[in-house]
């Protein structure tokens, strides 16, 4: 069992920035890769972002590529998703999870093992 804790969701203005961590309660044996999703209000959940284990992959939705960039400090068992030039279609809550799959599989968040508790991004216009 791996437990994740995401910190830093708050109000920003439209332009603004936040970063999201995502923390991992412990090292596992297993080499996880890990996904941030969101998901607005009457909306389903979609994929943000994702990296792999070795941090060497990176993957994004259009709708955030050039304006978030995801990141992991290993030593830290931390991911991070620095979001930039925030808009109001932002607004949602933001989950991490890992997964053990790799590739396009970290696209689609039926192939992620453990979940956090999620955290509110709110964006104003």
């Known amino acids: 069992q791996v437990q994740l804790v995401e910190f830093g969701g708050g109000l920003a203005q439209a332009g603004g920035s936040l970063r999201l961590s995502c923390a991992a309660s412990?090292?596992?044996?297993?080499?996880?890769?890990t996904g941030w999703f969101r998901q607005a209000p009457g909306k389903e959940r979609e994929f943000v972002a994702a990296?792999?284990?070795?941090?060497?992959?990176?993957y994004y939705a259009d709708s955030v590529k050039g304006r978030f960039t995801i990141s992991r400090d290993s030593a830290k068992n931390t991911v991070y998703l620095q979001m930039n030039s925030l808009k109001a279609e932002d607004t949602a809550v933001y989950y991490c999870?890992?997964?053990?799959?790799?590739?396009?599989?970290?696209?689609?968040?039926?192939?992620?093992?453990?979940w956090g508790q999620g955290t509110q991004v709110t964006v104003s216009s």
């Open positions: 999870a890992v997964s053990s799959d790799s590739g396009s599989y970290l696209l689609r968040d039926q192939n992620y093992n453990y």
């Open positions: 412990r090292r596992t044996t297993v080499t996880y890769a």
């Open positions: 990296i792999t284990w070795s941090g060497r992959g990176t």
